[in-house]
């Protein structure tokens, strides 16, 4: 399943397919890109980052692929598994700069894994 | 090895009161951020701490002020608290102010009455 993570709030994949989160990022500043997974009650927990320099940066069952050109962001989970339920954040920000402004989130994508 | 910790993890408080929430880092990180997270919504920087000093502060209103501890702790303090003021107020931990990736404790649930 496909999805605009700002456009589209849920995504509903089946258990064992792959799952396949978008982000659209406003700032073409934005040289560092995060994704968070937020269960319910409880804090975002790190998932992957990327930095511009890099086009795609593969973890354990994710990838994360950049598009600086179109400024998207995705999030690939292979094998989705019943435990990857939650809400998906991406974030952004300027790497190693002056300003410290923080994270800017998007409004993240809830994934709901069907059985 | 402890995440961040924040506490207390539930607050009740009435309108124009103020409130005190607590954030004590990962072991070793130096930097601690501040974000309010309404229901519904991705969250939403409040305040960046390194090393003692502020870093970076994000549109909230002077209500909003916090500190940082020489142990690296941060208190974040909210004056004449607004019913818009309920949220989740996650802090996050770096090692450095600028250099991430942040890691988040699991937040204070402030409800105001």
């Known amino acids: 399943g496909e999805s605009v993570g700002l456009h589209l709030p849920t995504l509903s994949v089946q258990e064992g397919d792959n799952s396949i989160i978008n982000c659209a990022y406003s700032n073409s500043a934005s040289d560092y890109f995060i994704w968070y997974k937020q269960e319910s009650g409880k804090g975002p927990q790190f998932i992957i980052d990327?930095?511009?320099?890099?086009d795609k940066r593969q973890g354990q069952r994710v990838t994360v692929l950049l598009n600086k050109t179109v400024k998207h962001l995705s999030l690939q989970i292979a094998a989705t598994q019943p435990g990857d339920s939650a809400v998906y954040f991406c974030?952004?920000?300027?790497?190693?700069?002056?300003?410290?402004?923080?994270?800017?989130f998007g409004k993240g994508t809830h994934l709901i894994i069907q059985p | 090895d402890a995440g961040v910790t924040q506490s207390p993890t539930h607050l009740i408080k009435t309108r124009g009161q103020h409130v005190t929430l607590r954030c004590s880092p990962i072991s070793g990180h130096k930097s601690v951020s501040w974000y309010q997270q309404v229901l519904g919504q991705g969250p939403q920087f409040i305040f960046q701490y390194y090393e003692k000093e502020e870093r970076g502060r994000g549109n909230f209103p002077d209500r909003f002020s916090a500190r940082q501890f020489p142990n690296y702790s941060s208190e974040l303090n909210v004056n004449a608290l607004l019913l818009g003021d309920s949220a989740l107020y996650l802090c996050a931990s770096s090692f450095q102010g600028a250099v991430q990736p942040q890691h988040f404790g699991d937040g204070t649930r402030l409800s105001i009455l």
């Open positions: 974030a952004e920000n300027i790497y190693g700069g002056r300003r410290a402004d923080g994270l800017t």
């Open positions: 990327i930095r511009s320099n890099m």
